[in-house]
């Protein structure tokens, strides 16, 4: 057994032992802070515990100064430091470089829980996801005003399809104003409906610097938003609430710009196209209409008196080349013969028949009105007489045994 | 004849209108004074998508918090 011949030198041993062990001298540990006190030269004087067990810790003033967060007592936290015997008092603490605030570890938790509590409300069903528009006319952004992502989607936009405008709400995309700022971009939107289509983006960034885009408020904003809500945040694989609940998840802001507007082309193709297919319907549809009204037409003229005139006067035209022709050959017949022949052919012309004085009545597509039953009072009717047409109107019907038909 | 609503018409709409008009018409159902109807809706559907496709303005601003403007914001075409 070695015998320290005083308490000096057995705490001088200590700190000498503790000093030369390496994994004491630079390491990390996580706690929850249990004690903070600050003194009056800015250093700050804490104790960090877990369950069963409690360290004492210092972050001298200069360290202090740097540190990113504010310490509270009863935040877990991870510090950095190493550590440092006191042998006056043989007493322990931690010189601490750094304290981080361990909500990354606590912001998975917070993300499950504000995740479950939404998916259960419904917010992320997509019954209700819009639709987004195919052609804009203005495409709503909320940003940052400096930075890339605006220039990348007002890029990627122009190249796509030069006629669109885009109005810029400019936001905070990170920290503490973020919320409220996204929040307020995409109810200005909303108030004004000045745009078309919403995207909220940010370029990449870590975790928790993305970590503002898991917020309940902007969740609840982007669900009620009337506007379709594009969110583009971060890069491929960063997910965050927001991007549940938008209608569309862009996986980076310049996919966003590639989704929000159609290609000019594409829709220009397509139009021309429907037109095209308009043109060969219509002349589709005619044609075949006009088919469908020659044969009908033909049909009908059988039965129509302008038609049957028509065949007889063939009918005479054929008669009178095979008389002329035979006229020819027939030299010892008269010509009296010849004539009265003619004479009784010409009789079967009912072009001469109209020459005659007689005429007859026809609707106006050329049917022969052959009873007064088919006419009313008032009907327009045509007088066809040899030398042209009488368009007439029908004042009274008198029927051939009695009186005035009653229109 | 253009319809009072047109103005109002999304760019989606009338070309959902006008896939249905060129369906429609090419069925060859429709009597001759309907198809002639179709006919002209679907040209004035065509002039209707392809002035949205061409309407040239192409601004890009930004909303002005302070007074609830929109003034131009500049944006170069390689980034800011």
């Known amino acids: 057994m070695f015998d320290f011949d005083s308490v000096s030198r057995l705490n001088g041993y200590i700190k000498q032992s503790l000093s030369e062990n390496p994994y004491l001298a630079e390491f990390s540990v996580v706690g929850e802070i249990s004690q903070y006190t600050v003194s009056a030269r800015d250093h700050a004087y804490f104790s960090i515990k877990d369950d069963s067990c409690v360290v004492n810790c210092v972050i001298f003033a200069r360290n202090r100064s740097q540190l990113k967060i504010k310490p509270e007592i009863g935040m877990k936290v991870k510090i950095y430091g190493g550590v440092d015997y006191y042998p006056q008092g043989g007493k322990l603490q931690i010189i601490c470089t750094n304290i981080e605030d361990l909500g990354a570890g606590d912001l998975h938790e917070q993300f499950n829980k504000l995740f479950k509590k939404l998916q259960d409300e419904g917010l992320f069903a997509s019954e209700h996801k819009k639709s987004i528009p195919v052609l804009p006319r203005r495409i709503g952004v909320v940003t940052s005003s400096s930075g890339k992502v605006i220039s990348d989607i007002v890029n990627t936009i122009r190249k796509r399809n030069p006629h669109h405008d885009v109005l810029l709400y400019p936001a905070s995309v990170q920290g503490v104003e973020c919320p409220p700022e996204v929040i307020s971009g995409i109810n200005y939107f909303n108030r004004e409906k000045n745009v078309d289509v919403i995207i909220v983006a940010r ?17 609840r904003a982007v669900y009620n938003s009337e506007i ?36 000019y082309e594409d829709q220009k193709k397509e139009i021309d196209n429907l037109a095209l297919n308009l043109d060969i319907a219509i002349n589709q549809f005619v044609d075949l209409r006009r088919k469908a009204l020659d044969v009908y037409k ?46 009784r052919l010409d009789a079967l012309n009912p072009e001469n028949v109209l020459k005659r004085g007689y005429s007859y009545v026809c609707d106006k597509d050329g049917n022969a009105i052959e009873s007064v039953g088919s006419v009313n009072r008032g009907d327009n009717v045509n007088i066809v007489l040899s030398d042209g047409t009488l368009l007439s109107e029908i004042k009274d019907i008198a029927e051939k045994h009695g009186g005035i038909k009653n229109a | ?26 069925e060859g159902k429709a009597t001759l004074d309907e198809s002639l109807k179709l006919y002209e809706r679907g040209i004035e559907l065509v002039g209707i998508c392809e002035n949205r496709l061409n309407e040239v303005t192409a601004r890009i601003e930004a909303v002005n918090k302070a007074n609830g403007t929109t003034d131009p914001l500049n944006i170069s075409e390689s980034g800011v």
């Open chain 2, 1 to 26: 004849m253009p319809k009072a609503k047109d103005k109002e018409i999304t760019y989606e709409e009338a070309m959902t209108e006008l896939r249905q008009t060129v369906a429609k018409l090419s």
């Open chain 1, 298 to 343: 033909n049909h009908k003229a059988l039965h129509s008196p302008a038609y049957y005139a028509m065949e007889q006067q063939a009918v005479v035209k054929e008669l009178r080349t095979r008389l002329e022709a035979l006229s020819g050959k027939m030299v010892e017949q008269t010509g009296s013969d010849i004539n009265q022949m003619k004479v």
């Open chain 1, 228 to 263: 379709p809500v594009i969110s583009a945040i971060g890069h491929e694989p960063d997910y965050t609430i927001i991007d549940y609940v938008a209608d569309i998840r862009a996986a980076t802001p310049t996919a966003a710009g590639e989704m929000v507007i159609a290609s």
């Open chain 1, 203 to 219: 370029g990449g960034g870590s975790y928790e610097e993305l970590f503002c885009f898991n917020d309940e408020g902007i969740a």
